[in-house]
C-alpha cells in the first residue's frame, strides 16, 4: 500500500476529507452541509493543524485537531461531565482531537494509528483529549491502545442520537 502521511489543507480539500467522513461514519448530505461550515470554522482557530493519508494520490483518512479552548463548544458540553468525575482539569493543557477517519477500504492497516501518533507528536501540550461514541469499536480500542482511557462516559451532545466518551491520554502516545 503506497499510503503518505503528511500535512493536509483541510480548508482546501474540505470537500474530499468530508466524503472521507460521510462513508466512515454514515453521514447524510445534510450532515455534510453542517460540518463542512464547522470544519472550516475550526481550521480559523489558532493552532488548527489537520493531517492527510493518501494512497494513489487520493484521500483516504484524516485528522485535525487544535490547543483545547474552554469557550469553545465542545468544551462547554463535555465540561459538566468531566467534573462531575473530577476530570475536568483535562480540558485545560490538552490537544482535542477533533476529528480522525479513515475510509472503510483503508481501516485495520494502521492509518488511524499513524495520523492520530503524528498529529499529536507535534502537539505542544503534554496530553490529549477526544471523544468517541461510547461502545466497544476499533475507534476506542485504538485510543485505548494508545494509552486513552475514559474520563467520562454517557455524554450527550445535541442533536447526536448515541452518547459518547471524552477519552484523555498523556503525550506522547503510546506505541506498539
Do not use: C
Amino acid at each position: 500500500m503506497d499510503l503518505v502521511i503528511g500535512p493536509l489543507d483541510l480548508s482546501a480539500h474540505v470537500d474530499e476529507a468530508l466524503a472521507v467522513q460521510a462513508v466512515a461514519f454514515g453521514l447524510g448530505p445534510d450532515e455534510v452541509a453542517v460540518r463542512r461550515q464547522i470544519v472550516l470554522r475550526h481550521m480559523t482557530y489558532p493552532g488548527a493543524r489537520a493531517l492527510g493519508a493518501t494512497a494513489g494520490g487520493r484521500l483516504v483518512g484524516f485528522v485535525y485537531g487544535m490547543p483545547n479552548d474552554r469557550t469553545h463548544w465542545w468544551s462547554t458540553v463535555v465540561e459538566p461531565y468531566l467534573r462531575a468525575q473530577h476530570h475536568d482539569h483535562w480540558l485545560d493543557d490538552s490537544f482535542v482531537i477533533t476529528e480522525l477517519h479513515v475510509h472503510p477500504a483503508y481501516q485495520n492497516r494502521g492509518v488511524g494509528r499513524s495520523l492520530i501518533t503524528t498529529i499529536t507528536d507535534g502537539a505542544a501540550e503534554p496530553r490529549s483529549i477526544l471523544s468517541a461514541i461510547d461502545t466497544d469499536s476499533p475507534a476506542r480500542a485504538l485510543y485505548r491502545s494508545l494509552g486513552y482511557r475514559d474520563l467520562a462516559r454517557q455524554v450527550l451532545f445535541p442533536s447526536a442520537p448515541k452518547p459518547y466518551a471524552v477519552m484523555g491520554a498523556p503525550l506522547p502516545l503510546l506505541r506498539r
